[in-house]
């Protein structure tokens, strides 16, 4: 991943703080990306549909338009990986960053270089991988090389995080995996708590219930979640 990022990655910097921006534009040109930097929600916005980045960098508290409301419209138009940067470090305002669909989070105080190292990370895990063929499972048809996920017949739009987490439960149907494992699987960078799981699956669920899938996860109490052998 790291030569790939060096040569194609373009990275949105969305700070309203001009020296932390400045630095993280160093630092991640220094690795090889491109940038593009927005100030303030609406130029953000504005740079995210004209040059549609690889993957976002994104502070919470903004002018004009929050980090937040800026995720949202970021999900309604696809799956970009999003990296939330703030100096919220309230476990609620965690949550609801991952229940929209950030992909990590990073609080300030920062250490530059492990901001990149996150970055870094989370394109690993978009990169397709070939060789791997379809997992069709419990009712969902599971595609690693596009990372998509099918159910009835209908593509369900899932984060990042989401869809590493469907696909490590329907890879081993009936075993019960703890929270702390499928975080150290699907986001062993992001220092994660372990509701941010119960949040995504969750999130899984309504997306199937939207396309009228029957739910094939199973909440096992005390311990974490399984996918049921019988679908």
């Known amino acids: 991943m790291d030569s790939l990022a060096s040569q194609s990655s373009l990275v949105l910097v969305v700070e309203d703080e001009p020296s932390l921006s400045q630095v993280l534009e160093a630092y991640l040109r220094r690795e090889g990306f491109r940038t593009e930097r927005a100030f303030d929600g609406e130029s953000a916005l504005r740079l995210f549909y004209a040059t549609r980045p690889d993957l976002v960098l994104l502070d919470v508290m903004l002018p004009r338009l929050d980090g937040f409301e800026i995720l949202r419209r970021i999900r309604q138009a696809g799956d970009t990986p999003v990296?939330?940067?703030?100096?919220?470090?309230?476990?609620?305002?965690?949550?609801?960053?991952?229940?929209?669909?950030?992909?990590?989070?990073v609080t300030k105080p920062f250490n530059p270089p492990e901001v990149i190292e996150r970055v870094k990370a989370v394109l690993r895990r978009v990169q397709p991988r070939e060789g791997e063929r379809p997992l069709v499972v419990a009712g969902l048809a599971i595609d690693p090389r596009g990372m998509q996920v099918r159910?009835?017949?209908?593509?369900?739009?899932?984060?990042?995080?989401?869809?590493?987490?469907?696909?490590?439960?329907?890879?081993?149907?009936?075993r019960v995996f703890s929270r702390a494992e499928i975080i150290q699987?699907?986001?062993?960078?992001?220092?994660?708590?372990?509701?941010?799981?119960?949040?995504?699956?969750?999130s899984v669920r309504r997306k199937l219930g939207a396309?009228?899938?029957?739910?094939?996860?199973?909440?096992?109490?005390?311990?974490?979640?399984r996918l049921s052998e019988g679908g």
């Open 211 to 225: 396309v009228g899938a029957a739910d094939p996860f199973e909440s096992v109490r005390g311990v974490g979640y």
């Open 185 to 202: 699987s699907c986001l062993p960078e992001s220092g994660a708590l372990d509701r941010v799981v119960d949040t995504h699956l969750n």
């Open 83 to 105: 990296i939330m940067v703030t100096a919220r470090v309230d476990d609620v305002d965690r949550l609801v960053g991952f229940r929209m669909g950030t992909d990590d989070y």
């Open 151 to 174: 159910a009835s017949g209908r593509r369900l739009d899932l984060t990042l995080s989401e869809y590493r987490m469907v696909e490590l439960l329907a890879r081993h149907p009936g």
